[in-house]
Antibody
Framework: HLVESGGALVQPGKSLRLSCSASGFRFDDFAMSWVRQVPGKGLEWISG????????GYADSVQGRFTIARDNDQNSLFLQMDSLRVEDTAIYFCTKDTSVGLRGGMDVWGQGTTVIVSS | IVMTQSPLSLPVTPGEPASISCKSS???????????LDWYLQKPGQSPQLLIYLGSTRAAGVPERFSGSGSGTDFTLKISRVEADDVGIYYC?????????FGQGTKVEIK
């Protein structure tokens, strides 16, 4: 079970931090990711982190602006979003991988949290 | 890695088979021998759900009528007998390397 929070209406150039609270599984046994979707459009994987946080990956569209992190003691995943752009407007999903690394499928998805970047 | 799905729209008849193609711009075979290719279904108004991972492994709870096949750069998702509940948008995604990338999606609708 994954529950995202932190979505909001924010101005371009500002920052926002998304959180994802996990339950029902051993959090530190699995990699985690963030996937976003503009309503009516396709899916975009934007960031992932391995089980221990040692390896992280980003989409080119957010590289250098977004930072993924996790707190295994708190069963939580985070996405720090800086220098937000209008094109970052989307629903952001937190996902759980089927393995410790980022090569398996994403078998648990949250309901999503909405980020709107607008002046 | 660029993922290309076809068709983008697929009208189906309940009880009939259906298939979706997914092609990658480079091989998705990992050094372990697995194909790092997943299939997802997003039903209307819902979050996506995992159907198939590592090319051909059905996720927990996924009906046997769904199967994944292929290797290298060419993959196929097959539904042996379509049911009304199978409508939605199907996505393939490569998990060989980051950034992971999705196909454009295939919208499956009942005729």
């Amino acid at each position: 079970h994954l529950v995202e929070s932190g979505g909001a209406l924010v101005q371009p150039g500002k920052s926002l931090r998304l959180s994802c609270s996990a339950s029902g599984f051993r959090f530190d046994d699995f990699a985690m990711s963030w996937v976003r979707q503009v309503p009516g459009k396709g899916l975009e994987w934007i960031s992932g982190i391995t089980w221990n946080g040692a390896n992280r990956g980003y989409a080119d569209s957010v590289q250098g602006r977004f930072t993924i992190a996790r707190d295994n003691d708190q069963n939580s995943l985070f996405l720090q979003m800086d220098s937000l752009r209008v094109e970052d407007t989307a629903i952001y999903f937190c996902t759980k991988d089927t393995s410790v690394g980022l090569r398996g499928g994403m078998d648990v998805w949250g309901q999503g949290t909405t980020v709107i970047v607008s002046s | 890695i660029v993922m290309t799905q076809s068709p983008l729209s697929l009208p189906v008849t309940p009880g009939e088979p259906a298939s979706i193609s997914c092609k990658s711009s480079q091989s998705l075979v990992h050094s372990s021998g697995y194909n790092c290719l997943d299939w997802y279904l997003q039903k209307p108004g819902q979050s996506p759900q995992l159907l198939i991972y590592l090319g051909s492994t059905r996720a927990a709870g996924v009906p046997e009528r769904f199967s994944g096949s292929g290797s290298g750069t060419d993959f196929t998702l097959k539904i042996s007998r379509v049911e009304a509940d199978d409508v939605g948008i199907y996505y393939c995604m490569q998990a060989l390397e980051t950034p992971r990338t999705f196909g454009q999606g295939t919208k499956v609708e009942i005729k």
